[in-house]
């Protein structure tokens, strides 16, 4: 996210002294993901940009899935509550107000959601083995 400076650290009273500080009681006016003070070497719109570019590589849903993979150690029931956490997180910096917005979110990470969902109803459906195994017999005492 953005930094923020806020009141009574050292970090605003360096802005403060720089005369760096755009909103100087920021904390009063709360707007969300705005700038309280002018960054070095970039611009605000830049700095934005910047973080919006991180965000959405954050929450694509190939980063999404990728999260998700690297926990196939973990059991099923976490997995899908970190896919759940990111999905819900992800609507923090991307608004999903409407349904349309949900839907589509849940469409483009529909790879992941239906691996989790097949590993969920038909345990090992993804590690069958190719080969044809041998019929039990039965055993007589």
Not at 41 to 65: F, L, Q, T
């Amino acid at each position: 996210g953005l930094l923020t400076p806020l009141p009574a650290t050292p970090l605003y009273k360096r802005l403060e002294a720089a005369g760096r500080l755009t909103r100087p009681k920021h904390w009063q006016e709360f707007i969300p993901f705005a700038m309280a003070h002018t960054p070095l070497k970039m611009s605000i719109d830049e700095a934005h940009n910047e973080v919006r570019i991180g965000w959405a590589n954050s929450y694509s849903p190939e980063a999404i899935e990728k999260a998700v993979d690297s926990l196939n150690h973990k059991p099923l029931g976490y997995r899908i509550n970190i896919l759940i956490a990111r999905l819900c997180f992800r609507g923090i910096y991307f608004p999903q107000m409407g349904r349309f917005a949900w839907v589509k979110t849940i469409l483009e990470n529909r790879r992941t959601i239906l691996r989790l969902i097949r590993q969920g109803f038909g345990p090992g459906l993804d590690n069958v083995p190719s080969v044809a195994t041998e019929p039990v017999t039965k055993q007589t005492h």
